[in-house]
């Protein structure tokens, strides 16, 4: 098959981690796969395994607003009726809300949107701050998946897709993102020397409300001091503020993003996460399969299907710092007890099964 995918950038979040690792593995099993970039932003390492495209010139951005979209669209379209000269796509996935809209106002033929967070949990944080933009967001949103192809990253990122934000028409498909377990474990081998000696809690995200930094500031600050706190982040000068703030900045290490956190990961004593919304969180199952416990907020969506049996005693509820420092001295007390069946479901060879199975699920949009 050909193969298109269409997002924003590259730049170190989970959604373009993941799109990236299918471009990967669906190029090694004899597909032809190009990766459309609206943004020459690139911190994910390339395998060279498939052509990568991008609409502007290296480290630019492009604009965000009515024009810019149109704009990028308008590329967007040129290229990729350049790249099916020789032959069409069978199938073009786009991933994140932004590149959805271009691609909406590109009119691509036949494509998927994957979409990678809980769109409802999004639009009720918006709504605390600004009420009339979460109503635009949630009407946007409505407008461009209903009747679509949509691809949900989880079982809780569907349910969101058809309960809440009501899109009785839209051609929902739920495929967990897909992890290469031997190849994980392979490069948590690798050498690094900024990992420190001493034991440490380990949080991998972006700076952002979402991820709920504070929440896990006011935890980690319950554990010995023998421990320290790496975030996996860039550094930030409001984050310097709050860890200030929490007077635990000298206990901190923002060691920036990683190409390679899987070495990170498996020498932490403990990763958590505490995000009150996500589609699929990648760094729990990643964590997982190298070994390492984890704790997490039951939030909407994703942990819950990757935390099951034994492993639900650490979901904490969203926004309990005490609950979550509780499960966090239980979790630095106890090594998960794991099987190859705790992550079939997520096993590379079933999930690209089911993207290969794409374009006969396909539908006409509603």
């Keep these: 098959m050909k193969l298109a995918f269409v997002t924003t950038n590259l730049r170190g979040g989970g959604a373009e981690k993941a799109v990236v690792k299918l471009a990967s593995a669906l190029s090694a099993r004899g597909h032809e796969v190009h990766l459309l970039l609206l943004e020459n932003l690139i911190e994910h390492p390339i395998d060279g395994s498939f052509q990568v495209h991008a609409l502007s010139r290296p480290g630019k951005s492009v604009s965000k607003g009515y024009l810019g979209k149109r704009l990028a669209a308008w590329r967007l379209a040129r290229l990729y009726r350049g790249l099916e000269r020789d032959a069409s796509f069978d199938m073009t996935v786009a991933t994140l809300p932004f590149a959805d809209e271009v691609v909406a106002l590109a009119r691509l033929p036949r494509v998927w949107h994957r979409i990678a967070n809980t769109l409802s949990a999004e639009v009720a944080a918006l709504q605390q701050q600004n009420p009339r933009k979460a109503a635009?967001?949630?009407?946007?949103?409505?407008?461009?998946?209903?009747?679509?192809?949509?691809?949900?990253?989880?079982?809780?990122?569907?349910?969101?897709?058809?309960?809440?934000?009501?899109?009785?028409?839209?051609?929902?498909?739920?495929?967990?993102?897909?992890?290469?377990?031997?190849?994980?474990?392979?490069?948590?081998?690798?050498?690094?020397?900024?990992?420190?000696?001493?034991?440490?809690?380990?949080?991998?995200?972006?700076?952002?409300?979402?991820?709920?930094?504070?929440?896990?500031?006011?935890?980690?600050?319950?554990?010995?001091?023998?421990?320290?706190?790496?975030?996996?982040?860039?550094?930030?000068?409001?984050?310097?503020?709050?860890?200030?703030?929490?007077?635990?900045?000298?206990?901190?290490?923002?060691?920036?993003?990683?190409?390679?956190?899987?070495?990170?990961?498996?020498?932490?004593?403990?990763?958590?996460?505490?995000?009150?919304?996500?589609?699929?969180?990648?760094?729990?199952?990643?964590?997982?399969?190298?070994?390492?416990?984890?704790?997490?907020?039951?939030?909407?969506?994703?942990?819950?299907?990757?935390?099951?049996?034994?492993?639900?005693?650490?979901?904490?509820?969203?926004?309990?710092?005490?609950?979550?420092?509780?499960?966090?001295?239980?979790?630095?007390?106890?090594?998960?007890?794991?099987?190859?069946?705790?992550?079939a479901k997520f096993a590379a060879e079933t999930v690209l099964h089911q993207y290969e199975a794409l374009p006969q699920r396909w539908r006409q949009p509603a």
């Design 136 to 343: 635009r967001r949630l009407a946007r949103y409505r407008e461009l998946y209903e009747g679509r192809n949509l691809i949900a990253v989880s079982e809780g990122v569907a349910e969101d897709l058809r309960e809440q934000l009501q899109l009785p028409r839209a051609n929902i498909v739920r495929i967990y993102n897909l992890y290469d377990m031997a190849g994980i474990r392979r490069l948590a081998e690798a050498h690094d020397a900024k990992i420190p000696q001493q034991a440490y809690v380990l949080h991998v995200g972006r700076f952002v409300r979402q991820k709920r930094h504070d929440l896990l500031f006011a935890a980690f600050k319950t554990l010995p001091p023998s421990f320290k706190l790496v975030l996996l982040t860039h550094p930030n000068a409001a984050l310097d503020d709050m860890l200030t703030a929490a007077g635990i900045k000298e206990r901190t290490i923002v060691a920036g993003f990683r190409q390679n956190p899987y070495p990170w990961m498996r020498h932490a004593a403990l990763l958590v996460l505490c995000s009150d919304h996500e589609g699929l969180p990648n760094v729990l199952i990643e964590s997982l399969i190298c070994g390492t416990s984890v704790v997490s907020t039951d939030c909407p969506s994703g942990p819950r299907e990757i935390l099951e049996g034994a492993l639900r005693r650490f979901l904490v509820p969203c926004g309990d710092p005490a609950a979550l420092a509780r499960a966090m001295q239980a979790a630095l007390d106890t090594k998960p007890d794991l099987s190859e069946q705790t992550f």
